[in-house]
């Protein structure tokens, strides 16, 4: 005899192209283009990241390819030459997607 679970889960959803939901659900989602900045605030965001020392605090609003993200952290390093931050947590940041940034 066929138990009521056994005959239930014949009904469920069958999902023939695994990741084709996801795929869709990824395309339903909005992105936002990347804000271009004058040369007043890339200037701002220049000097203080010539300020920053290690274990400072710092927030951060940052772009990524769909959101602009606001991160906190506690910097282990600024590379002028890599053009990142690197946060303790060893989240690395691109200069180039910083859109604000200030010391706590």
Do not use: H, W
């Amino acid at each position: 005899m066929v138990s009521r679970e056994s005959r239930a889960r014949q009904f469920l959803p069958f999902d023939a192209l695994n990741g084709f939901y996801d795929a869709l659900r990824e395309k339903e989602i909005e992105y936002i283009d990347k804000a271009e900045l004058s040369d007043e605030i890339k200037e701002q965001i220049s000097k203080v990241l010539c300020s920053i020392e290690r274990k400072d605090i710092i927030k951060v609003r940052y772009y990524t390819p769909k959101e602009y993200v606001d991160i906190v952290g506690i910097v282990e390093k600024v590379d002028p030459i890599k053009r990142k931050i690197v946060f303790v947590n060893e989240v690395k940041l691109d200069f180039d997607n910083i859109m604000n940034i200030k010391k706590v």
